[in-house]
């Protein structure tokens, strides 16, 4: 149920649209034309999934993990984050996730948006699917 008054919107997780990206499922929480400058998404990446490692040219990320664990991989670095843990991520900072053990549920805010509706995803990958199953 949407609730709106006065321009304010209350609204369910379950009335957003979700899509598959990059192996990933993205549900997009904040349209550009309520606040343009900023992306705020929630991915789930599945159990045994691999996000390899990319750059965002312009984007800064911070990222909350909401639930599970992955291995994030910084500069080439790896840590393992689990829900409650937080991530900065700078403008053209390589990082990657990866998900052994189970999937992981993260919230990213990014300025600007790296998946803006209106033009093409501010994402770098050396392969250009960007995901690959593990075995």
Known sequence: MVIQANR???????????????GATITRLLSCKKL???GFDR?????G??????????????????EGTAIVTLDEKNSCVKAGDTIYIPAGASH??????EAVV???VQSPPIYPELSLPDIHF??????VEMN
């Open 49 to 66: 999934a691999t996000l390899k490692p990319h750059t965002h040219a312009a984007s800064e990320s911070f990222i909350y993990v909401l």
């Open 96 to 101: 990657g996730f990866s998900t052994p053990d």
């Open 8 to 22: 304010v919107e209350i609204k369910h997780f379950t009335e957003f649209k979700s899509e598959e990206l990059f």
């Open 36 to 38: 343009p400058t900023v």
């Open 106 to 108: 993260l919230l990213s």
């Open 43 to 47: 991915v789930k990446i599945t159990k």
């Open 126 to 131: 050396g392969n250009p699917n960007g995901f």
